[in-house]
């Protein structure tokens, strides 16, 4: 790769965030077109093309890092260290992160808005899918909007400037979808602002370290997952969506944004 990569340490956040993606692009679409062409199951290929494009995420990420910054660490830097500090971090934020979910849904259970159901057979398959599947996701977005975009806004930002832009890039991206869908889920929105907020000042709570955030990603996911694929509750549609959460997603409804804003207040490091 012919690159004066030192100079792009000098750019501007915004070209440098430019730069990286293009060469993750260039690298990525020669490789992710065959499997589009070649496999018929359109989740394979999802599963397929995203797990090549982390894997390629992380292998630029440690290029990044020599070639541009001369940080051979750059992974540690954005707190994703093998550590067991950070390893009792993620139990700890998946048990909050958990903790969360249920206590939405048992908040909403006893006003009478939702009714539990027992487990089904499969229930002890769904923990384990729940558990790998959240950390997965977890590890690899926090990595994305807490490791990598964080660290280039704070070369070139203050803490509240690069505070405003990670938490709405994060919520916007998790929102876009076509138009008439998100003007339906138009209320997630707020929560997902929340939630961008609650991750930053977790990382912030650690030292820098990834694992809390991390852990309360995954625990959100996994205990959302569980509840949803287990079929654990029904809604009785006493309340209406907008306290509950339209479309039947917690976040965007009051109850979600009451206990994420909780979860906030006391996450935010002073």
Not at 103 to 115: C, E, L, N, P, S
Not at 217 to 245: C, F, K, Q, S
Request: some cysteine.
């Amino acid at each position: 790769m012919k690159l004066n990569s030192q100079t792009i340490a000098h750019y501007p956040v915004i070209k440098r965030l430019g730069i990286f993606v293009i060469l993750l692009l260039l690298v990525w679409l020669p490789l992710a077109a065959p499997i589009y062409l070649l496999v018929a199951d359109q989740n394979l290929v999802t599963i397929l093309t995203l797990v090549l494009l982390y894997l390629e995420f992380i292998f630029l990420l440690r290029w990044w890092g020599r070639a541009v910054y001369q940080e051979p660490k750059l992974m540690t830097k954005y707190g994703l260290e093998a550590s067991w500090i950070n390893g009792r971090l993620i139990c700890l934020g998946w048990g909050i992160g958990g903790a969360l979910v249920l206590g939405m849904f048992v908040f909403q259970g006893w006003w009478g808005w939702v009714i539990w159901q027992a487990p089904g057979q499969n229930f002890l398959q769904i923990i384990l899918e729940a558990l790998l599947m959240s950390l997965a996701l977890g590890t690899a977005e926090e990595l994305l909007f807490r490791g990598w975009l964080w660290d280039e806004l704070r070369r070139d930002y203050s803490f509240q400037t690069s505070l405003g832009i990670n938490t709405l890039v994060f919520a916007t991206l998790h929102f876009l979808k076509p138009l008439e869908v998100m003007l339906k889920s138009l209320p997630q929105f707020p929560g997902l602002v929340l939630l961008g907020l609650i991750l930053i000042w977790a990382k912030e709570r650690s030292q820098g370290r990834l694992g809390l955030s991390i852990g309360l990603h995954a625990g959100l996911v996994g205990g959302y997952y569980l509840i949803n694929v287990g079929n654990l509750i029904t809604y009785t549609g006493i309340a209406p969506d907008w306290v509950t959460g339209v479309g039947k997603n917690p976040l965007a409804g009051l109850v979600g944004l009451g206990f994420l804003g909780i979860t906030a207040g006391l996450m935010r490091k002073r």
